[in-house]
């Protein structure tokens, strides 16, 4: 990707961010906020549910996918951390991020990879603007930070915009994202840490992954909060 087009990507998501919280400040105004995982009223991850996903347990799996050196998850996507990435990625609650972070440090630290890079799964900039945010770079950039290793929004970008996978069955899913990935020439030669939130069928790491090999990346790697 140009820097340039990084750098638009990254004001996109500054100004898409901070409009969705104009957006849920204005509406709770109105309408109370809702727990997205008790219900409760008054917020949109209660306390008591934040100190549930804090205690709940790290369940470290791994994955073999296309193209990828090793893929690694903290846990099923069920119970409170599904409601926790669900929270998280569709409702605004971006104050789970170092919860859900802690849980990707945690899985990292017990790996022997050996990495240069953080980059996030990407959006393409119509849906940065329509969430506001990139719940993978929000991970990706704290978990970055806490490991010491350097952070790389704009290594790789959409070139095209695609459904959203969460709609679509295990086979669709692969087509949609075929060829919608490239990666910059400076992945050539570096050992990168994929991030994303959930992994279902791969198919969007597997196709990110693919444009890092076909900039001669080293070695490829993933974290995800959770396994569908």
Known sequence: MSQQAVTQNANYG?????AVKAAYWLQDLVFPPI????GRVDTRFCRVCR????????????????????????GAQQDVLASAVRAFKYEGATDLRDLLAERLIMAVSRQS????????????ADRLLERGYNQAAL????????????????????????????????????????GAFAADPAARG???????????TGATL???????????????YAIAISRA
């Open 14 to 18: 500054r100004l898409g961010l901070w």
């Open 35 to 38: 727990c997205g995982h008790c």
């Open 51 to 74: 100190d549930e996903l804090a205690r709940h347990p790290l369940q470290i799996s791994h994955h073999k996918l296309e193209r990828l050196d090793d893929v690694c998850t903290t």
């Open 113 to 124: 990879w050996r990495l240069d890079l953080v980059a996030p799964a990407p959006l393409h």
């Open 139 to 178: 991970l990706g950039e704290r978990l970055a930070h806490t490991l010491g290793i350097r952070y790389e929004p704009g290594l790789l970008g959409r070139v095209r915009n695609t459904r959203q996978q969460a709609r679509l069955s295990s086979r669709e899913r692969r087509r949609n994202v075929v």
């Open 190 to 200: 570096l050992s990168v840490l994929l991030v994303d939130d959930v992994v279902t």
């Open 206 to 220: 597997s196709e990110c992954a693919a444009a890092l090999r076909a900039r001669n990346a080293e070695a490829v």
